[in-house]
């Protein structure tokens, strides 16, 4: 294994230490508890006696003693016989003791064992000729009657991942941190070894405020959830079996969480349009809409500015207009506020004005006819005026007729039009009845108004 080795070396006089098992297969392993490393074995040749072995050793991995906890174990043909835990010792270093069973005088091998093969990978076994102490020699053992040793191993280093991807910033605390994948070397492992990621989370550039394991595990993502505001850096390192963690792959730059306020009231529509008049007294009023999403509006109508006299709501709805119909001549206001659900309403938004309306009264049906007829009572000259009073229905018009007949047989017209008199002229001898009428276009004449008497005409011959 390039840029590996087992290494066993003795602790006193040198010598060679050789194990053996009947027909059997003897395997020592080695796992740091807590981090991604590989199982480590020892591999011995069966061929003499059996015999039991109490070693005592140390540890060290990747350059560094094993940690406490570290557990050692032996395991003949798949059954475990013997196990320890490294431990502390009186001088703060750190040790293990373990009694197996082995036989003398054979050669032994170190292999690398990959967990989750399963099985002894064959290109990793080194062999151990020239390291090893003899169980037959007593000047090697240790006051107490251990046998003394020492293991030591080196990994290779997992690649970085190459990239690391931090957002800048976040509304609501929830955000996305990713990485690329890394690349580790080849180690020879069979099967190949799988990178996974540590991603680290603080407060400060330098990673020493609140630093904490965001995310352990093979994706190239995790969620970052429930942050409140602030700044938060985040670096990621590779970890794979077999393999020393990668340098961290730190983000370029903090993701600051700013969350705003939790909203409470509802925000009111910025600007209410009121028509000024109207003489159909049928209109639209709008507003815009408010800033709070999903408000619904209530608009109201009241008869004066203060909304104290004839107040009434003219709507109520998610729209932001509302349509006024069959409103009377006066003048109407209008105030309009957005409502939602689990908030405060908004305050009210008032017109700047109100809409005055004028509706033209609907054309009569009947036109009422004039009030009276004023007819003189005789003409010397058979020239005169009659005239009438006017008729109460707006904008008629009127005819007069005459007649040589108090019951207007063979009347005539003798004006029509928008006046309310009329000049005779020309008339003879004789008496003359008048009578008028109101008229209006699109709707029915009015009865007649007689005049209360006839004009008489007598001209006095001329004279000689």
């Not at 027909?23 to 991604?36: E, K, R, S, T, Y």
């Amino acid at each position: 294994m390039s840029g590996s080795k087992w290494q066993r070396t003795q602790r006193g006089a040198r010598g060679f230490f050789t194990l053996a098992l009947a027909q059997i297969v003897l395997l020592i392993w080695v796992a740091a508890a807590g981090a991604v490393q590989p199982t480590h074995f020892l591999r011995v040749e069966p061929v003499n006696p059996l015999s039991t072995m109490d070693v005592a050793g140390y540890l060290e991995v990747n350059g560094g003693p094993a940690p406490v906890g570290t557990e050692i174990g032996v395991r003949v043909s798949g059954e475990v016989v013997g196990a320890a835990v490294v431990a502390a010792t009186a001088t703060g270093a750190t040790a293990f003791n373990l009694v197996i069973y082995a036989y003398p005088d054979d050669a032994l091998e170190w292999a690398v064992y990959s967990p989750s093969a399963g099985a002894e990978t064959s290109d990793m076994v080194f062999s151990a000729a020239g390291f090893g102490v003899d169980l037959t020699d007593p000047s090697l053992m240790t006051v107490d009657g251990h046998w003394t040793s020492q293991l030591s191993a080196t990994y290779p280093t997992a690649g970085a991942p190459p990239t690391i991807t931090v957002p800048g910033s976040s509304s609501s605390g929830n955000f996305i941190v990713s990485w690329g994948v890394a690349t580790l070397p080849d180690a020879g492992y069979d099967p190949p070894s799988v990178p996974g990621y540590i991603l680290e989370e603080a407060t400060d550039s330098g990673f020493t405020a609140n630093l904490r394991t965001a995310y352990s595990g093979a994706a190239t993502s995790a969620p970052i959830v429930g942050k409140t505001n602030g700044s938060y850096y985040y670096r990621v390192k590779t970890t794979a079996i077999g393999y020393q963690d990668s340098s961290p792959k730190v983000g370029g730059s903090a993701c600051t969480v700013s969350i705003p306020p939790p909203v409470t009231n509802a925000s009111p529509p910025s600007a209410i349009s009121v028509p000024s008049s109207s003489s159909s007294g049928n209109y639209s009023v709008g507003w815009s809409d408010s800033p709070t999403y999903g408000a619904s509006y209530v608009l109201e109508e009241a008869t004066n500015s203060g909304f104290s006299a004839g107040l009434r709501t003219a709507y109520s709805g998610t729209s932001t207009s509302a349509s006024i119909s069959g409103k009377g001549n006066g003048t109407y206001y209008y105030r309009v506020k957005a409502i939602k659900s689990g908030l405060t309403d908004s305050g009210w938004v008032q017109g700047s004005n109100g809409c005055s309306v004028s509706v033209a009264p609907p054309p009569p049906t009947n036109v009422t006819p004039p009030t009276s007829v004023n007819v003189p009572s005789s003409s010397s000259t058979g020239s005169y005026s009659v005239s009438w009073g006017s008729s109460s229905t707006a904008g008629a018009g009127y005819v007069l007729e005459e007649s040589t007949s108090a019951s207007f047989s063979g009347s005539s017209p003798v004006y029509n039009g928008s006046s309310t008199s009329a000049s005779i002229s020309g008339k003879g001898n004789g008496t003359y009845y008048y009578r008028v009428k109101g008229t209006l276009s699109g709707a029915t004449d009015s009865s007649w108004t007689n005049g209360s008497q006839g004009c008489t005409v007598t001209i006095p011959p001329p004279v000689v």
